[in-house]
C-alpha cells in the first residue's frame, strides 16, 4: 500500500513551518493533526496556534491517503518464555491501545533467519511499522532492508550496529546497561567482595557488550581480576547447573568467587536453586545478584538483589517512538535510554558480613539516574 509523505501544494504553508513557528518537531504537528492524545494540551494549543497565525491549510487528500493504513505494528521479541519481555509487551500494548493500533508479536528464537521469514509476513501483512529486538547475529543489512521497504523500525533493548561500538543513527529505545551493571558490581565491591564472577550468556549482541563492559569497568577500577566469566543459556537450568562449576573452582591459580554476579534475574533465580540443592545459601555462602527485576525477583527466598530496568515502560517508549516515526517518516532519528535503578535485597548479604551473617532484612532503591 503507498504510503505519502506530507507534502503540501506549491505556495501553501508546509507542516515544517509550522513545526518551526511553533517550536516543536514535524512529527509533533502531524500527531496534532491526527488528534493524537500522545500529545500534551499545552503543545497541542501552541501548534493549533501557530496554524491560525500562518494560515495553513490542511490537504484532507494527502491526510485520507495518508491514513489509509492497517492500525497493525509487529513486535518481533527473543526470548518470549522471559517475564522480562512480558512485561515490555504490556507496556507496548498500553500505547498502542490508546491509538487504536494492535500489534503482531513474534518470538524469533535468537534466529536471524526466522526473524526474516516474520518480518516478510508482517510486510506481506502490510503492517505500519515494526518494533525489534534484533536476534543474535543481526546484520546491519537487515535495517538497510526495511528502508527498502519504507517499513519503519524501533529496535528496542538491543541495537545493531558495527563492532557494538556506535548505534546506526536508528530509532532506538532501550536502558542503561553498562551503568546498571557497573553499579551492582561497585555495591558487590563495596560489601568487601574481591572475587566475582560475571555468569550467564553464550550469545554476543549490544546488550551482552554493554553489561560485560559494566562488569569489567567497576572490577578494573578497583584493580581486581575481570577475568572469572562463565558463559551460559539465559535459563533456570543453566543458571541452577552454574552452582558446581562457581563451587568447585580449584583453588589454585585463582580463589574461588565469593559472588555471582549474573547477567538476568532468570539466570540468578536458577543458580539460587542450585545452591539451595546442595544445602547452600545466596547471601549466606555465595552472594547471588540479577538484572531486570522480574515480578519474581522480590518473591524469591532469599529476595534477589538486581537492577530495575523498567521492561514496561521501555515497551511504552518503543511503541511511541514507532508512532512517531509512522507520523513522520522523514523526521531525525531518536534514541531514548532509560535509566536503571540499583534494587538491594537480601541475596548478596549483609552489609556487615557479606558471607558469614544473617542476610539484611532492609531493602534499598539506588536511582542510577
Known sequence: MARASDSERPGTVTLTEVAGHAGVSRSTVSLVLRGSPLVAAETRERVQAAMVALGYIYNRGAANLRAARTQTVGLLVCELNNPFYAELTAGVDDVLDTEGFVAFIANTAEQPERQDRFLQRMREHNVDGVILCPAAGTQAELLDRLDRWRLPCVQALRFVSDGFVRERGRDYAGVDYQAGMETVTEHLISLGHRRIAFVGGTLD??????????????????????????????????????????????????????????????????????????????????????????????????ALTTVATSARQIGQEAARLLLRRIADPQGPPERIILPSRLVVRQSCGSPNDPLGGSPSPSLHHRDLS
Open 205 to 302: 549482541h549490544s546488550a551482552y557488550a554493554a553489561r560485560h563492559a559494566g562488569f569489567t569497568a567497576a572490577m578494573r577500577r578497583h584493580g581486581l581480576a575481570d577475568d572469572l566469566v562463565l558463559r551460559c543459556p539465559l535459563t533456570r537450568r543453566s543458571g541452577a547447573e552454574m552452582a558446581d562449576h562457581l563451587l568447585n573452582r580449584p583453588q589454585a591459580p585463582t580463589a574461588a568467587p565469593t559472588a555471582a554476579l549474573c547477567y538476568n534475574d532468570v539466570v540468578a533465580l536458577g543458580l539460587m536453586l542450585g545452591l539451595e540443592a546442595r544445602g547452600l545459601r545466596a547471601g549466606h555462602d555465595l552472594a547471588v545478584t540479577g538484572f531486570d527485576d522480574v515480578p519474581e525477583a522480590a518473591l524469591s527466598r532469599p
